[in-house]
């Protein structure tokens, strides 16, 4: 199973982009990047996916580069409702496959 | 947008009672996940289910704990026998699983049990 480190928390300001790296040496051929947002007491909500390259839609950006071993979530502008914890799994294409959490990034936006 | 919805949204119990978890995934879903988190910690898997059976399980996943779908719509988590450190939110997944795309999880909101 690919193993997943991000920072433990980061804090960035109301209307400034914030991008989380995470890293993921291990990655297998078929696996795909999945970032999810978790608030507390919510469950965790997806927010993008991809595999390689630039992904984009209208909460987020994935970045991931040619040797997929780490990937960056960008988030453009960020507001007060973006605190929360961020995870990036990485998991295969088929199957029951389990996605492992690893402890997330605590992102706190400030005003 | 579909969603997958559990109840109850906070369950409180006795220790060494029996608790049963509901949980509704999205209709056209494949994979359902039971997943738990204790209060300040990371989200942790228990079991994936597949075509009317267990795929996958990890090591909190022993004999007091079971899973269902009795009925095509439902999912259920048991725990026969509950004990403090069962306390946690209690989280139900599903994805879609067609073909090789890599179906994302949908989460519900959870089940907080509290076991006293």
Known sequence: LAKTTQPISMDSYEGQEVNITCSHNNIATNDYITWYQQFPSQGPRFIIQGYKTKVTNEVASLFIPADRKSSTLSLPRVSLSDTAVYYCLVGGTSGTYKYIFGTGTRLKVLA | ?116
């Open chain 2, 1 to 116: 947008e579909p969603e997958v919805t559990q109840t109850p949204s906070h369950q409180v119990t006795q220790m060494g009672q029996e608790v049963i978890l509901r949980c509704v995934p999205i209709s056209n879903h494949l994979y359902f996940y039971w997943y738990r988190q204790i209060l300040g910690q990371k989200v942790e898997f228990l079991v994936s289910f597949y075509n009317n059976e267990i795929s996958e399980k990890s090591e909190i996943f022993d004999d007091q704990f079971s899973v269902e779908r009795p009925d095509g719509s439902n999912f259920t988590l048991k725990i026969r026998s509950t004990k403090l450190e069962d306390s946690a939110m209690y989280f139900c997944a599903s994805r879609e699983g067609l073909g090789g795309y890599n179906s994302p999880l949908h989460f519900g909101n959870g089940t907080r049990l509290t076991v006293t």
